[in-house]
């Protein structure tokens, strides 16, 4: 089966369901054991130069950011994988676009679901500049909308090496040097993204 936009939606909407803590989340912060696995069922070798292996390596050396006083948005691309016993589990990540509003005390991280053609390319190019380490395309209806968030945060702590959040799923941010790297997992989906800055 071919995994396509709608893939993504059906991936997305499944991670909407009210999740358990990952285990992460009852220590505190990501680790090492909690990120090991996940490369595993990213598919990273040791030799792997996918954007999401590069991000999780990224991550795994990161440190808390410092929030702004003023809510900032940013484009981003982000990597969805199945997690165990999800209906897609043992399929390869699936890429997309997203957004991350960050402030004082705030965060909110959300995919960026392309409904037509024109909003499927802007994303796949968003998605490609990223991953080539290129600047971020201004005119690009993905990056124009992305940069043009504001509202829906929602609270956001200083954990370890992390700023988190939980709700509906439960995320991580980091500082790194590829960006601001989220972790966020629902009991579905495991979502890597990178926010360059």
């Known amino acids: 089966m071919k995994r396509t936009a709608l893939t993504l939606t059906i991936l997305f909407l ?9 285990d992460a989340a009852a220590s505190g912060d990501v680790t090492e054991e909690d990120l090991g696995p996940l490369r595993q069922r990213a598919g990273c070798a040791a030799a792997s130069d996918s954007l999401v292996c590069r991000a999780l390596v990224a991550f795994a050396a990161g440190h808390r950011p ?30 997309g676009g997203a957004y991350l509003i960050l402030a004082k005390g705030a965060a909110r991280f959300q995919i960026l679901l392309p409904s037509n053609a ?28 992305a940069r043009a968030r504001t509202g829906g945060t929602r609270s956001a702590t200083d954990v370890g090496q992390s700023v988190t959040w939980s709700g509906e799923s439960t995320g991580f941010l980091r500082e790194t040097t590829m960006g601001l790297v989220v972790v966020e997992r629902s009991p579905s989906v495991i979502m890597v993204a990178v926010f360059p800055r």
């Open 118 to 145: 024109a909003e499927r390319e802007a994303s796949n190019a968003l998605v490609a500049a990223i991953t080539a380490g290129q600047p971020l395309p201004a005119d690009n209806a993905t990056v124009v909308y």
């Open 14 to 22: 499944a991670s909407c369901t009210p999740a358990a803590a990952p």
């Open 66 to 95: 410092s929030a702004p006083a003023s809510p900032i948005s940013m484009p981003g691309a982000v990597a969805v994988i199945p997690a165990p016993g999800s209906a897609e589990d043992g399929q390869p990540p699936i890429y």
